[in-house]
Structure formats: structure tokens, C-alpha cells
């Protein structure tokens, strides 16, 4: 007989600043979707980083590249991390691994995320191996460059990156 437990629906988030969102987050995404019952991509604001593209853009292209994935909701935040896990009461805390480098910072992040709250595990997925050196940065400065990136993003980000690009540049 099923538990109270076993019928908790068991939910991840996967954060990030997607901007934008790349194949390589899709693919991290699909397989996170394949592991837990449901997950909520946390668009970041992330203002310091100086974003191309709003974060209500952002969570918009990734609600268009991921109509697919039934048990995807995307939500933005501007806060800790923590407190988003803790209001949704999510399991666990979804990052893309692509490389040695990138271990370094998520391995500072997810301890500092466990510090602030005990229970905070963070679960790193590695994207498939086509996909390991794209980036969002590097993706938009091949764009701004004249570069075709359609290999690298989903067609709907592909468009509103040429139309950002267009729109910054004039
Ligand atoms: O895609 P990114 O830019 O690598 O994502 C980084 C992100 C958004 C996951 C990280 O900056 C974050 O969690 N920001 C929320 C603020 C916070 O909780 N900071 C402390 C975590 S160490």
C-alpha cells in the first residue's frame, strides 16, 4: 500500500539565470523532469549581472522551449535560494555540471546553501556531451558578433536573440 510519503509529490528546482536558455539547460532540464515528480526552473533576476534579456523574458522563452515537459512550471525570483526551496518545500536543488570548471563555484554554492539550511542538497546532472562547452555568455557574444548560434538554441530563443541583438545595437 502506498505511503503518505511515497504519495508526497517530490519536487526539485532548477535555478539559474538562463539568459537565455541554451540546449544545454534543456537537456539538464529533460533529465531532471525524468527524476522527480515535478520542477520549477527559478529564473534568477540576477540585476548584477546585467541581463539581456528581462528576467519576465527569460521565464517566458523557457516556458515556450519547454511546453513539452508536463511537470515544468517556471517561476522567477530575487531572493535566496534557500527561501524558494523552502517555500515550495523542494527536495532538492538541480545544477548542470559541464566541466571541472565549473565544479569550483557550484561547490562553494551548494556548501554555502547548506550552511544556510541543513537540509539543502544540491543534485548535479551532467548535460550530454555535445552540449558541454555552450554557454547563455558565450552564445550571446557569438550572436552579437554576427555568429550563427541555431545549433545552440531552441528556435524561439534564436529568434528574440536576433531581435534583442537588433534592438540593442541600434
Ligand atoms: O545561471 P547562474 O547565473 O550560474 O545561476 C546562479 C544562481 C542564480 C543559481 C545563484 O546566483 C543563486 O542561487 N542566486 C540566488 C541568491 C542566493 O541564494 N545566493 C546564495 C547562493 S550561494
Do not use: W
Not at 28 to 54: C, H, M, T, W, Y
Not at 56 to 78: G, M, P
Amino acid at each position: 500500500m502506498a505511503t503518505a510519503q511515497s504519495q508526497a509529490v517530490r519536487k526539485a528546482i532548477y535555478p539559474g539565470s538562463f539568459d537565455p536558455m541554451t540546449f544545454g539547460h534543456l537537456d539538464v532540464l529533460e533529465r531532471a523532469a525524468q527524476l522527480f515528480d515535478e520542477i520549477i526552473v527559478a529564473v534568477a533576476f540576477n540585476r548584477s549581472k546585467g541581463p539581456l534579456f528581462s528576467s519576465e523574458e527569460r521565464a517566458t522563452l523557457i516556458e515556450q522551449c519547454t511546453a513539452h515537459l508536463k511537470n515544468v512550471r517556471v517561476v522567477r525570483f530575487d531572493g535566496l535560494l534557500v527561501d524558494l526551496v523552502r517555500q515550495e518545500k523542494a527536495v532538492a536543488v538541480v545544477r548542470g555540471l559541464r566541466a571541472v570548471s565549473d565544479f569550483e563555484f557550484e561547490f562553494q554554492m551548494a556548501l554555502m546553501n547548506r550552511k544556510l539550511e541543513a537540509s539543502f542538497e544540491t543534485l548535479f546532472l551532467t548535460p550530454k556531451e555535445d552540449y558541454t562547452y555552450i554557454s547563455s555568455r558565450i552564445v550571446k557574444e557569438v550572436a552579437r558578433l554576427g555568429g550563427d548560434v541555431a545549433s545552440f538554441v531552441p528556435g524561439v530563443v534564436l529568434e528574440a536573440l536576433v531581435r534583442k541583438v537588433a534592438e540593442v545595437a541600434r
